[in-house]
Structures are given as C-alpha cells and as structure tokens.
C-alpha cells in the first residue's frame, strides 16, 4: 500500500525575507515525505523559490479575495504557512 501523506500545508509568500526564511523550512517539510507542501508565491518569492529548486505555484498580484478563498477551500490545508508580507499585495495578510 502506498505511502499517504498525513497533512497538506500551503506555504504563501512574496516578500525576499520572508521567502528566504522560509526555504529552510519548505525543504526539511519536504525531507520528512509526510507533508503534503503546497508552496504559492508571488513577486520577489518567486526568484527565490526558482534558484532553491523548490516548485511553487505562481500567484497573480491581482488575485481577489473568492479566489483566495477557493485555493484554500480546494486544497483544505490544515497549516497555512506565510511568509512576511509589506510590499503593498499583501497576500499573507488576506
């Protein structure tokens, strides 16, 4: 029978700080292979998620808050991980 991956995480972030502190923790979350890790960024998030090889889901700056709401009722996270968020999108904070 195939290993079931207990809990889903999103991981959202924009903000360079806040993506870069938060790299360490996506690839140990990886590393344990019992999370399922669903990462979302945007703006500078992006580079950084690209040059640490982690795959993410790119998010539109202009995303509204019903589309928020379906990502997160489609994937039903039981953790929501954010990065740091003052670069005017503000994605964490919504």
């Given at each position: 029978m195939p290993e079931?991956?207990?809990?889903r995480?999103i ?6 700080g806040g993506a870069?502190?938060?790299?360490p923790v996506?690839k140990?979350?990886h590393s344990?292979?019992k999370?399922?890790v ?6 500078h ?5 690209e ?6 889901s ?15 009722n ?7 991980i ?7 999108v503000?994605l964490?904070?919504k």
């Amino acid at each position: 029978m195939p290993e079931t991956r207990s809990t889903r995480i999103i991981v959202v972030c924009g903000d360079p700080g806040g993506a870069n502190a938060l790299v360490p923790v996506i690839k140990q979350l990886h590393s344990e292979k019992k999370w399922d890790v669903l990462v979302f960024a945007y703006l500078h998030a992006r580079d950084i998620m690209e040059n640490n090889s982690i795959l993410f889901s790119m998010v539109d700056d202009k995303i509204t808050l019903p589309d928020i709401e379906k990502i997160l009722n489609e994937n039903y996270p039981a953790i929501l991980i954010t990065g740091t968020s003052f670069n005017g999108v503000d994605l964490e904070i919504k």
